[in-house]
């Protein structure tokens, strides 16, 4: 009996000190990022799907143990119904080990998509076929024909050295360019037109005549394709996105408004990543889901909410 006693003591006391998992449940958690619009009006976003269990423990205290999930491009009408999934996402891990974002842009013209993710850029066909890699980068966009995209490249530098790291190879830093890159889905080929490594998050025109691209914190540049001229905008507010209005007269900064013509910067509260525009609406991310911003009224609608469910 004794002996008994000492055995469910030290598990008592093991339960005390250890905690013990009593009671868990399972969960499954679905967010939203990255909306953009299909030339045909609908909308196009990112899916991320995860599968949680927490165990709540005695005496006190629980943990979320990640049972997996997965990312995913979507598509739905511009009033949030029609969801579907189109394609599960994928990356390879040799893209850029510094970049900023997880899942970071997605542009699409009537029958491609293309998205970038964990420092890398993948194109396919609107129906789901033909996923591929085809450069490693970050925050590409179409241009309007969609037989171009431009997009950012950053390279990882090996510390105290003029050597980078590229798809797990070192070479030599005067191989490449750092900033913003077309890449040309004809020819397979791509080429660097603004070497700064500055330069981030570009945006092509809806006329297919300009470039935007942030540059550092607070700077909007204009690059004009035809002369290979630019004009500087800067802004009061720290830039998160940037796109082009339908008219490619505007760019909407996501704090700002810069008019390329009159060089006008005028502040925007709404909080937001980065706004896409078509028409006379913009849609965005945020908590709660993706959002319909109507430019005329400023009235905003969620039309995708994000949620949890218990299973």
Not at 120 to 139: A, H, Q, S
Not at 145 to 155: A, L, R
Not at 167 to 183: F, L, R
Not at 202 to 218: C, M
Request: a negative charge; charged letters at 25%; proline letters at 3%.
């Amino acid at each position: 009996m004794k002996k008994i006693l000492i055995i469910i003591g030290t598990i008592t006391i093991g339960m005390i000190f250890k905690g013990c998992a009593v009671e868990w449940h399972t969960y499954r958690q679905y967010q939203y990022y990255n909306p953009n619009w299909f030339p045909d009006g609908k909308v196009v976003y990112i899916e991320v799907y995860n599968r949680y269990r927490t165990e709540k423990y005695f005496p006190a205290g629980e943990k979320d143990i990640s049972l997996g999930g997965g990312w995913y491009i979507c598509e739905m009408n511009s009033d949030g119904s029609g969801q579907k999934r189109i394609v599960q996402m994928k990356f390879d891990n040799t893209g850029n080990p510094t970049h900023r974002a997880t899942h970071d842009c997605v542009s699409a013209t009537n029958d491609k998509i293309v998205y970038g993710i964990q420092g890398e850029i993948w194109v396919l066909n609107r129906d789901g076929t033909g996923l591929r890699k085809i450069t490693n980068g970050e925050y590409p966009d179409f241009n309007p024909d969609g037989t171009k995209i431009v997009y950012e490249k950053h390279y990882f530098t090996m510390p105290g050295s003029d050597t980078i790291i590229i798809n797990g190879d070192t070479v030599s830093y005067d191989e490449h360019k750092e900033g913003i890159w077309i890449y040309n889905l004809t020819t397979e080929k791509d080429f660097c037109i603004v070497s700064d490594t500055l330069a981030m998050m570009p945006a092509w025109s809806t006329d297919g005549e300009k470039i935007a691209y942030v540059r550092g914190e607070k700077f909007v540049v204009v690059k004009y394709l035809s002369t290979s001229s630019q004009k500087n905008f800067e802004s009061p507010y720290r830039i998160r996105g940037i796109d082009w209005m339908p008219d490619s007269k505007q760019i909407k900064v996501t704090y700002a408004w810069v008019n390329t013509e009159t060089e006008e910067v005028i502040e925007d509260q709404r909080n937001a990543y980065k706004i896409s525009y078509t028409g006379t609406y913009g849609i965005y991310a945020g908590i709660a889901g993706i959002y319909l911003y109507s430019i005329g009224t400023s009235e905003t609608t969620v039309i995708l909410e994000a949620y949890t469910e218990e299973e």
